[in-house]
């Protein structure tokens, strides 16, 4: 099966500027992860979809961040505007609703300068 | 909510030799325990995980642990390779209805030695 797709690979902004990523993740995966990771710490979840709906995004920094799911397919996660301490790889993660296991993507690594 | 420790945050172990990586949790809900690999600049990649109902689980020369009671798990890697230096990271999933969110260690650096 086609993995989880996510683009660009790599990003440079200035602070205060905004950035979009986007995630495709597996055909038929219901669920969808945004998770950031910053260097040298474990992945840390920002919002989690089921289909089309947010189930949990009690990590994710309002102010700045947003997340949408059309369609309970694609997944964009929206900076703006960004900050010093944004500078991580932002990974997107799919799986079936009644499965454990996840499918990470090759993530976007973001630096903020 | 979950935390999870993850320790030690780096190791080194020479060609052959085992390597153990341990962690704790704190949310006695947690029944889920994926470990992952990464390597560098590239995605996690599950390589065992175990669920509550079961004290060790195997494959091939990984292994993993868990003990309920004192909320800690542990992963066992025999015969290292040098193919196996990536960082590590331990998680923990709790159960609530179809969601599966991971809580992350905060990883472990293996480095084998030729």
């Known amino acids: 099966e086609a993995g989880v797709a996510q683009s660009p690979r790599y990003k440079i902004i200035e602070k205060r500027q905004s950035v979009a990523f986007w995630c495709n993740p597996i055909s038929g995966h219901a669920t969808l992860y945004w998770y950031q990771q910053i260097l040298g710490q474990g992945p840390k979840l920002l919002i989690q979809f089921q289909n089309n709906g947010v189930v949990d995004d009690s990590q994710l920094p309002k102010d700045r961040f947003s997340a949408e799911r059309l369609k309970g397919v694609d997944s964009t996660l929206k900076i703006q505007p960004a900050k010093l301490e944004d500078s991580a790889v932002y990974l997107c993660?799919?799986?079936?609703?009644?499965?454990?296991?996840?499918?990470f993507g090759s993530g976007t690594r973001l630096t903020v300068v | 909510g979950e935390n999870v420790e993850q320790h030690p945050s780096t190791l080194s172990v020479q060609e052959g030799d085992s390597a153990v990586i341990k962690c704790t949790y704190s949310?006695?809900?947690?029944?889920?325990f994926p470990w992952y690999k990464q390597e560098l600049g590239k995605r996690p990649q599950l390589i065992i995980d175990?669920?509550?109902?079961?004290g060790e689980k195997k494959d091939q020369r990984i292994a993993v642990t868990l003990n309920k009671t004192a909320k800690h798990f542990s992963l066992h890697i025999t015969e290292t390779q040098p193919e196996d230096s990536a960082v590590y990271f331990c998680?923990?999933?709790?159960?609530?209805?179809?969601?599966?969110?991971?809580?992350f260690g905060s990883g472990t650096q293996l480095t084998v030695l030729p």
């Open positions: 175990i669920r509550s109902n079961v």
């Open positions: 998680a923990a999933s709790p159960h609530s209805g179809s969601a599966r969110q991971l809580t």
């Open positions: 993660a799919s799986s079936y609703s009644t499965r454990n296991d996840y499918t």
């Open positions: 949310d006695s809900a947690s029944n889920y």
